[in-house]
């Protein structure tokens, strides 16, 4: 791969501003992990904040990808994570929420924990995943929706965070991805063809973005450093 890809990609991130949301959408058979870690690495240029909402053990599975990829894990143990539901700790819990409960219950307590970190916190990278599997523990999924969608405005709009929604196209709804896309200011999606990584821009602040592509050849997805 030339340097050329990854100063384009390098170039698109320093375009990002406090204040936005961005939503990746990829499928189940997308290296996520790797472009998590490219992320987590940038944004630690940036800021000492990283916040990841764990859903389910999706974390503990990232690392795990990352380890069978001989890649360096460290990163993991240092990032402060909220979990809802799953058993395995990884990173600095700073608080755990039941998905069995009522809906108003655990969304109440969510909100709860995101105000206590933010009144401590600045500069917050906040990695979001596996909110889509969660509708599928609701007895009303609209309803759920509803709340996630809702739900935005504690991660999206705030001059000292950006929030960024990892989304499993697979396995969303088709209303929840749409209200997400459309609450977020970036939609990017990660699509694999051919030997070829492509991250697609879907959305974006700036009108020249809009379906640009940068194109990653599979073989050289381990390589790719900022």
């Not at 000492?48 to 999706?58: A, G, R, S, T, Y």
């Not at 759920?144 to 000292?160: I, K, P, Q, S």
């Not at 063809?193 to 700036?206: A, D, F, V, Y």
Request: with cysteine; aromatic share 10%; hydrophobic share 40%.
């Amino acid at each position: 791969m030339t340097s050329t890809v990854e100063e384009e990609i390098l170039e698109y991130a320093k375009s990002v501003m406090w204040k936005e949301g961005i939503v990746i959408e990829y499928s189940s058979s997308e290296p996520i992990h790797l472009i998590f870690k490219w992320l987590v690495g940038i944004s630690e240029k940036i800021t000492d904040n990283i916040l990841v909402l764990d859903v389910l053990d999706i974390l503990s599975m990232l690392k795990l990808n990352l380890d069978i990829a001989g890649k360096d894990t460290s990163f993991t143990h240092e990032l402060d994570v909220i979990k809802i539901g799953g058993n395995i700790k990884l990173g600095k819990m700073i608080g755990y929420l039941d998905p069995h409960q009522d809906i108003t219950v655990y969304a109440s307590r969510y909100s709860k924990i995101l105000r206590e970190y933010y009144e401590t916190h600045k500069n917050i990278v906040y990695f979001i995943f596996g909110i889509e599997r969660l509708v599928h523990l609701q007895e009303r999924e609209e309803v759920f929706e509803l709340y996630a969608t809702n739900y935005t405005r504690y991660v999206f709009g705030d001059e000292e965070r950006v929030g960024i929604y990892f989304i499993n196209r697979d396995i969303a709804t088709k209303a929840l991805l749409l209200q997400l896309e459309e609450a977020a200011s970036r939609v990017l999606e990660v699509i694999h063809e051919e030997g070829t990584l492509k991250i697609k821009i879907r959305k974006s602040p700036r009108l020249e973005d809009y379906g640009k592509e940068f194109k990653i050849p599979l073989e050289d997805l381990c390589h790719l450093k900022f």
